[in-house]
């Protein structure tokens, strides 16, 4: 039998009386969901190019089409965050997929730039609640030495997504037209939420989960049960210390969604059949980014690191892998940028999986899903402003992208400069019980 040291009492030890490992099932569950999440995401991005000629957007059209999705998606992070901390993760997962599918299904039905904006606001809102809801259920099945690798293997369900959208998107658009690549890829999220309504059960209540594998979730110290306010978290640097780290980097990974298939055309005239081949090489690498990074904190931790340190470190080093990026726009082939960027999406990958581990290590349980929901904002209206810049450098400089893939390599190490001031010691933030 496998034995676990136990923080939570005097260091009592326990032994799991069945091996049960039931909550890797639910982490598999929210990578499946966040796979499905990023398909939906990630449809229009395939098709700019082929809606970008049937409906003759300019660069600044387009800017606002998926700026309205950054823009609503800001307050459906914040708002379903907050949600999903009221009425748990089962109804706040099954609320956001439900609402999500139903719009990823409604661009089949745009004409013109509003149409599409309208969609693309719906599909932000409601996606906006997974990453909050996923964050809170990584806190609620695991303890601290293993959350990392957990949001790390959940978070690859974004390059998994990101990777069958381009190979399926092309296929279904060629066999029967874009608009049912839209709602085809939206039908699959109502799957995924049958399938949910079945197998979730919160770790207390859950008949699959042995008293072993309960008492080792919760080995972590005992934390706050008192609901906490959005303006009590705003007290705490740590609060802030992530939302400054959302603000840096998200509107880089959404350039990445949103303009790498414009990119590869505008620079290497790359088609929608073309665009298979690397995108998917850039999301596979990014795969093993999300995977790596969750385990190398937690490697660290394992051999006597303090979490500070290990996450810290773990985070510097995706930084400086980021810096390469600014090379791509010169690169004198596609594969050199595909290169570069695959680089760069890796980093942002293992970035992701410990910045938002780090809300569930400095913050209790109750209150993660809502600081996730705070960073989410702040880097989405962010994400607003730079996919708006964007579109008037383009329009304005004739497609060039030196300026942008500057800000992208850079974005990282601005992150966690203002991480690390704002949160020097990664402590956790201590509630008074009321």
């Not at 609402?99 to 661009?107: I, P």
Request: with cysteine; glycine share 8%; proline share 4%.
């Amino acid at each position: 039998m496998a034995q676990y040291e136990s923080t939570a009492g005097a260091g009592e030890a326990f032994v799991e009386d069945r091996r049960t490992k039931y909550r890797w099932v639910i982490c598999g569950m929210v990578f499946l969901a966040t796979t499905i999440n990023y398909i939906d995401r990630q449809v229009l991005g395939i098709l700019a190019p082929t809606l970008t000629a049937e409906f003759s957007w300019s660069e600044t059209d387009y800017a606002s089409i998926v700026s309205w999705f950054s823009f609503a998606y800001a307050f459906g992070y914040l708002l379903m965050g907050r949600l999903s901390d009221i009425i748990g993760v089962k109804r706040g997962y099954a609320l956001s997929i439900a609402g999500w599918s139903l719009a990823a299904m409604a661009h089949a039905f745009a004409r013109t730039v509003p149409g599409f904006s309208i969609s693309r606001a719906a599909l932000g809102f409601a996606e906006g609640g997974n990453f909050p809801t996923a964050i809170k259920s990584m806190g609620e099945w695991f303890p601290k030495k293993e959350r990392a690798l957990a949001v790390g293997i959940f978070n690859s369900g974004t390059n998994v997504g990101a990777i069958i959208a381009p190979l399926a998107v092309p296929a279904i658009t060629l066999a029967y037209g874009w608009e049912w690549a839209f709602i085809i890829t939206g039908a699959v999220g109502f799957v995924w939420l049958i399938a949910w309504q079945f197998i979730y059960q919160p770790p207390e209540k859950n008949p699959r989960v042995s008293t072993g594998e309960l008492a080792y979730i919760r080995s972590d110290p005992i934390e706050t049960s008192a609901r906490i306010s959005w303006l009590e978290l705003l007290r705490h640097r740590q609060t802030w210390a992530y939302m400054f780290a959302k603000l840096a980097s998200d509107p880089v990974w959404w350039f990445y969604l949103y303009w790498l298939p414009k990119f590869l055309d505008a620079n290497f005239g790359v088609a929608l059949v073309g665009l298979a081949a690397p995108l998917v090489v850039v999301y596979a690498v990014s795969d093993f980014g999300s995977i790596a990074g969750g385990y190398t904190s937690g490697f660290f931790m394992k051999r006597g690191w303090s979490v500070n340190r290990a996450r810290k470190t773990a985070m510097l080093i995706a930084a400086l892998l980021a810096v390469p990026t600014v090379f791509a726009p010169s690169a004198n082939s596609m594969w050199v940028a595909v290169l570069f960027v695959s680089m760069a999406a890796a980093a942002q990958q293992w970035w992701a999986a410990n910045l938002f581990t780090t809300a569930s290590d400095m913050f209790p349980r109750q209150a993660v899903a809502s600081v996730v929901g705070l960073g989410g904002f702040v880097g989405g209206m962010t994400a607003v402003l730079f996919q708006r810049a964007t579109g008037y450098i383009l329009e304005t400089t004739n497609s060039n992208y030196s300026l942008i893939f500057i800000w992208c390599g850079m974005a990282y190490l601005i992150g966690l400069l203002g991480f690390h001031l704002l949160a020097p010691r990664l402590e956790p933030v201590r509630f008074e019980e009321r």
